[in-house]
């Protein structure tokens, strides 16, 4: 009797210490989904420790295909085959990861893209996914955009002490952190009215006869002619910032940044942090216009290079690497400073959210 009496014991407290280790593990595990302008992603993060970037990522799925923002620019609203797609998506992958990691609702955020704000009917892509997952969907708005990719983007340890900026196809945006002292924080806006395909049309403009807008050689040349202007615009933006100069650490984002470690370093990487300098940029650059076949070759066997330039063709790749080497070159003292590429870009809101939720971290700014 007492042996079966010790085995029952054991067994309880076994069973007492697996559910508490898998309630603890639970508290550490995050998920979120995005609806993009063109894709849906969804996110499983293991958290160890998120103030300095300490985390893992455990599951990832990025739905391609979608025309969300082209049928909310064309119409002005959803179509609703767009509706019953999108909603159709987020309940099929959020069914999936609570069954299989078994995350606290509290730890699972919905979210869409400021674009879907325009929509007139987005109330009811709201009501159907809250009816099909008892989850409410957060629409990010324009203004808070920057905000979060800052605060997803760095590390919250270095908070006071770097910079971010993100080269989109637009504009190029991101901002800093001040301390203002008392344990407060203030959020400084950075942006720059180029982007990868904004400077690409704005050099395109500059060719007298358009037929030759798509000859290399005149490109290039008109490219470099117009790098004057590029400057000045940096310059403009980087002055109104005088703070900036005492930041040591730069993190940089978005595809541009993306394209050149992936073409340039060619590796895969867990790292979430690319560290590299001007002369690196500078020497894909070389590579870019003179050389380029190299990374038409490179993406026959290399799948993340094929994808590079399944989206850049090479005027876009040297209009990016115009903006990031005039970027790193204007900021002052920047070969005494740490430079990093975020390599996790599309899961910076989750960073953002999660973040926001931690105790330990002040991110009332």
Known sequence: MLKKNKSQILIFTLLNLFFSISSFSQKNVYAGIEIGRRTIKVTVLEVNNIKKADYKIVHYVNEEGLNFAKNITAYGELTQEDINKASSIVFNHLSQIRVKYNINEENIFLVASSVFASARNLDVLKK????????????????????????????PVDYPNAILLDIGAVNTKGGYIDEIGDNKLEFMPLELDFGTMTLTDAVKKTVANQKEASNMTVYQEKSFDYNPVLRKKVKEMLDSNPLLQQKEKIYLSGGAVWAFTTLYFNENTKDHYIPFNLEDIMNYDAVLKNNFNKYNNLSKTDKEAARVLNIYDQKYLISANNILMTLVESIPNSEKKKIYFVKEGPIIWLISYIADRSKKINTNF
């Open 128 to 155: 159907k996914i809250s009816t099909l997952t008892n989850k409410n969907l957060d629409v990010i708005n324009i203004n808070e955009e920057t905000r979060m990719l800052v605060k997803g983007a760095i590390p």
